[in-house]
């Protein structure tokens, strides 16, 4: 079981401690630093912060917005920063959903697995830099031949030679065939919420990926007597995220709640949310549901607690650390 810091995307203000808890976490055998992006801080900028400061740890984005970039925009950024880090990046996707991609990239939400496939693959293309890059998809034509086209567009090849050209991509997914397809292209899967006692969840899912395939879990770690207390961060985000991130019908984290057996209180929370009562909806996120994807009490039940960790798929446990105390925690139970 390896360890990730994730720093996410920033909110009003930055973070003033990045570089140093980034560095602390290398120190203490962190395998990897991840950032993130919505609409306010981009992704790879403060990712290109952290590798100067650090060595040897890897570089993740946790997740790049498709619909920001075009595929060869995103590709350059994660050449530029492979080059820079000597090797360390790995270019994490997602495809975010419709009240973000296209209220604020102004970009259509529709068929976002094919989008997300095309996408991937012109991506892969310009790292192999084998030949000068077409595409004849419908999603990002190259060269590009819609009606108000000049007609002198010319396939190119990138010019900078990548370092790597097999750069690790991985993609955030929830829906069952997000998550196939994202075992069938990629080298790693971000799940949002995952539990270890719910196997069967994605058993079928992930059947079919290739070898050193990775499942990076996002888990709330708190070393805590006060069991109750150290779930609620994980209540409040679950019930913001199943509760009101997307429309009635269309919120894939709701959908996801259900699936994991939890089907009656995931749409009793989104309810509750739409109806303006957010601390109702907090308090119907099951205590059950946020402990099984979190490692939260005394050091003695997460060291109990993290065996079933061990045995499942995930291979990174990623977590939202903000103290080199938390940092050390983590790494005496996690990595001994």
């Given at each position: 079981?390896?360890?990730?810091?994730?720093?996410?995307?920033?909110?009003?203000?930055?973070?003033?401690?990045?570089?140093?808890?980034?560095?602390?976490?290398?120190?203490?055998?962190?395998?990897?630093?991840?950032?993130?992006?919505?609409?306010?801080?981009?992704?790879?900028?403060?990712?290109?912060?952290?590798?100067?400061?650090?060595?040897?740890?890897?570089?993740?984005?946790?997740?790049?917005?498709?619909?920001?970039?075009?595929?060869?925009?995103?590709?350059?950024?994660?050449?530029?920063?492979?080059?820079?880090?000597?090797?360390?990046?790995?270019?994490?996707?997602?495809?975010?959903?419709?009240?973000?991609?296209?209220?604020?990239?102004?970009?259509?939400?529709?068929?976002?697995?094919?989008?997300?496939?095309?996408?991937?693959?012109?991506?892969?293309?310009?790292?192999?830099?084998?030949?000068?890059?077409?595409?004849?998809?419908?999603?990002?034509?190259?060269?590009?031949?819609?009606?108000?086209?000049?007609?002198?567009?010319?396939?190119?090849?990138?010019?900078?030679?990548?370092?790597?050209?097999?750069?690790?991509?991985?993609?955030?997914?929830?829906?069952?065939?997000?998550?196939?397809?994202?075992?069938?292209?990629?080298?790693?899967?971000?799940?949002?919420?995952?539990?270890?006692?719910?196997?069967?969840?994605?058993?079928?899912?992930?059947?079919?990926?290739?070898?050193?395939?990775?499942?990076?879990?996002?888990?709330?770690?708190?070393?805590?007597?006060?069991?109750?207390?150290?779930?609620?961060?994980?209540?409040?985000?679950?019930?913001?995220?199943?509760?009101?991130?997307?429309?009635?019908?269309?919120?894939?984290?709701?959908?996801?709640?259900?699936r994991m057996g939890f089907e009656e209180?995931?749409?009793?929370?989104?309810?509750?949310?739409?109806?303006?009562?957010?601390?109702?909806?907090?308090?119907?996120?099951?205590?059950?549901?946020?402990?099984?994807?979190?490692?939260?009490?005394?050091?003695?039940?997460?060291?109990?607690?993290?065996?079933?960790?061990?045995?499942?798929?995930v291979t990174t446990i990623m977590l939202?650390?903000?103290?080199?105390?938390?940092?050390?925690?983590?790494?005496?139970?996690?990595?001994?």
């Amino acid at each position: 079981m390896k360890l990730g810091l994730v720093w996410g995307y920033w909110p009003a203000q930055p973070p003033a401690n990045i570089v140093e808890l980034s560095q602390e976490a290398e120190k203490l055998g962190f395998d990897s630093v991840w950032t993130a992006e919505s609409w306010g801080s981009d992704a790879f900028t403060p990712l290109a912060w952290i590798a100067a400061h650090t060595e040897k740890v890897r570089l993740g984005t946790s997740v790049v917005q498709i619909a920001a970039r075009t595929p060869v925009a995103t590709a350059m950024s994660a050449m530029t920063l492979d080059h820079l880090s000597g090797g360390r990046m790995i270019l994490g996707l997602g495809v975010s959903g419709p009240q973000v991609v296209e209220g604020w990239y102004g970009q259509p939400a529709n068929k976002p697995l094919a989008r997300t496939r095309e996408y991937v693959d012109i991506i892969r293309r310009a790292f192999r830099r084998e030949e000068h890059l077409t595409n004849d998809g419908p999603f990002y034509p190259m060269p590009y031949d819609g009606p108000d086209s000049t007609g002198l567009g010319k396939p190119l090849k990138i010019m900078t030679h990548p370092l790597r050209s097999e750069i690790p991509i991985f993609i955030g997914a929830e829906g069952p065939k997000n998550v196939t397809q994202t075992a069938e292209i990629a080298d790693g899967w971000f799940p949002l919420y995952y539990s270890p006692y719910r196997p069967e969840v994605y058993a079928d899912q992930i059947a079919g990926a290739k070898d050193g395939f990775e499942i990076n879990a996002l888990v709330t770690f708190n070393v805590t007597d006060d069991v109750e207390q150290g779930l609620w961060p994980v209540k409040a985000s679950l019930g913001f995220y199943i509760g009101g991130m997307g429309a009635k019908g269309q919120n894939y984290h709701t959908k996801l709640m259900a699936r994991m057996g939890f089907e009656e209180e995931a749409y009793k929370i989104q309810d509750l949310f739409f109806e303006g009562k957010r601390d109702e909806a907090i308090a119907a996120v099951p205590d059950d549901f946020a402990d099984e994807i979190s490692l939260v009490g005394p050091a003695s039940r997460i060291k109990d607690r993290l065996q079933a960790w061990k045995d499942s798929p995930v291979t990174t446990i990623m977590l939202g650390a903000r103290s080199p105390e938390a940092l050390r925690q983590a790494a005496e139970l996690v990595l001994d």
